[in-house]
């Protein structure tokens, strides 16, 4: 069945970056819309970033100019490589997949989830 695995979550200090993973076992990822959401304590989730299956890509402005996303359809593999990193930024962050032509920036669209990776960012 399709699953979608993330890895790369941890402890850093604030101003320090981490690379997120995503493994897909969809079998056709290079048609699938992608992207990244988090959910800190106490708060709804939210998108971070996504991205289509042609690479076109869309950012939450708190995110614009610290964070990438991308992926590598060959390796079935979507990253979120984060830069500047702050304590705001603590949270579960998740990979989302769905079968679509453009981006897709609404989290009820997105048909498949993974089980996320906490990212926790210190002063």
């Known amino acids: 069945q399709e699953q979608l695995v993330e890895s790369g979550g941890g402890l850093v200090q604030a101003g320090g970056s981490l690379r997120l993973s995503c493994a897909a076992s969809?079998?056709?990822?290079?048609?699938?819309?992608m992207g990244w959401f988090r959910q800190a304590p106490g708060k709804e989730r939210e998108i971070v970033a996504s991205?289509?299956?042609?690479?076109?890509?869309y950012y939450e402005a708190s995110m614009k100019g610290r964070f990438t996303i991308s992926r590598d359809n060959a390796k079935n593999t979507l990253y979120l490589q984060m830069n500047s990193l702050k304590p705001e930024d603590t949270a579960v962050y998740y990979c989302?997949?769905?079968?679509?032509?453009?981006?897709?920036?609404?989290?009820?669209?997105?048909?498949?989830w993974g089980q996320g990776t906490l990212v926790t960012v210190s002063e």
């Open positions: 989302a997949g769905v079968n679509a032509w453009g981006l897709v920036t609404t989290a009820s669209r997105f048909r498949y």
């Open positions: 969809v079998i056709t990822f290079s048609n699938y819309a």
């Open positions: 991205i289509s299956f042609n690479g076109n890509t």
